[in-house]
């Protein structure tokens, strides 16, 4: 398969409805992948706290319509990123109507919507996102011809514990849109790479560029096979990155070197000694 992340700059002065119209004729110029790619909240910046509820639009708003669209023109799965969503009346918000979530969209090559996550893991530590986003409770996988999609966002990706749960879900490729901050590159690379080797499974994140609220991008977009091998890293700045996937190499190295057989902790009770 054929995988394109769209690694977005985040321009605060280029108004929304353009950026949208901007994404989206990127995401149909993708029109031979297989599967698109899209940073976490690339319609107005990752830190950009302050604009989080003015910018907040429901599950089914215009960032929906739009790449519901764009998907559809292309014919490609589209992993469409996230959205600051405003819940709905009705939508299992715990907080009551109104609550924020950071909230991914996934659709098919039809344009139909195949999955919805929202964020577990805020980031923030009690101000930012922490605060102003309600988080999510659920696992969610994708099923596309060959393969199985875990879904994950940024701050995700520091807790080893959420992807164990997709790869027991049978997700054998994670896709995880980010906003990730330029001064901890360092940690996206290597947490990218230590997801792939402990579940082997390929790992596809794909970041934002420019600078949010002040807060410098760090872009290098990351492919990482099941060995932990880089296939592809994109640059610093706005960049598609394309890159050919063999999924059953998921399988494969789950069978040459079988070492998730051998779990024993998280399967069962731990034994504590007091």
């Known amino acids: 398969m054929r995988a394109s992340l769209i690694q977005i700059d985040v321009d605060q002065g ?15 110029e993708q029109s031979g992948a297989d599967l698109v790619v899209l940073p976490e909240l ?5 830190f950009a706290y302050e604009e989080f509820g003015s910018e907040a639009e429901p599950l089914e708003g215009p960032t929906y319509e739009t790449m519901a669209k764009a998907a559809s023109d292309a014919g490609v799965w589209l992993h469409a990123g996230s959205i600051p969503e405003r819940a ?22 039809s344009g139909e919507l195949a999955a919805v996550y929202r964020k577990i893991h805020r980031f923030g530590f009690d101000k930012g996102e922490a605060v102003l986003m309600g988080a999510g409770r659920d696992l969610v996988t994708v099923r596309l ?18 992807f164990r749960g997709l790869v027991d879900a049978g997700a054998e490729m994670l896709v ?49 096979d099941p060995w932990g091998e880089v296939l ?15 999924p059953a190499r998921a399988a494969a190295t789950r069978e040459q070197f079988p070492a998730l057989k051998d779990r024993v902790l998280g399967l069962e009770p731990p034994r504590h000694r007091g």
């Open 14 to 28: 280029e108004p929304v409805d353009s950026r949208r119209r901007r994404v989206a004729a990127l995401v149909r």
């Open 42 to 46: 690339w319609t107005m910046g990752a």
């Open 88 to 109: 709905a009346s009705g939508s299992g918000s715990a907080a009551g109507d109104g609550t924020l979530y950071n909230t991914s969209l996934v659709f098919s090559p």
């Open 145 to 162: 011809p060959g393969t199985t999609l875990g879904v994950a966002t940024c701050y995700d990706l520091r807790f080893p514990e959420l």
């Open 176 to 224: 995880i849109p980010a906003g990730w901050p330029e001064r901890r590159r360092a940690h996206w690379t290597l947490l990218a790479q230590a997801r792939a080797v402990e579940n082997q499974a390929f790992v596809l994140a794909c970041g934002t560029a420019g600078t949010h609220a002040g807060v410098p991008q760090a872009g290098h977009s990351i492919v990482v």
């Open 232 to 246: 592809a890293q994109a640059g610093p700045g706005e960049e598609v990155l394309t890159v050919d996937i063999d």
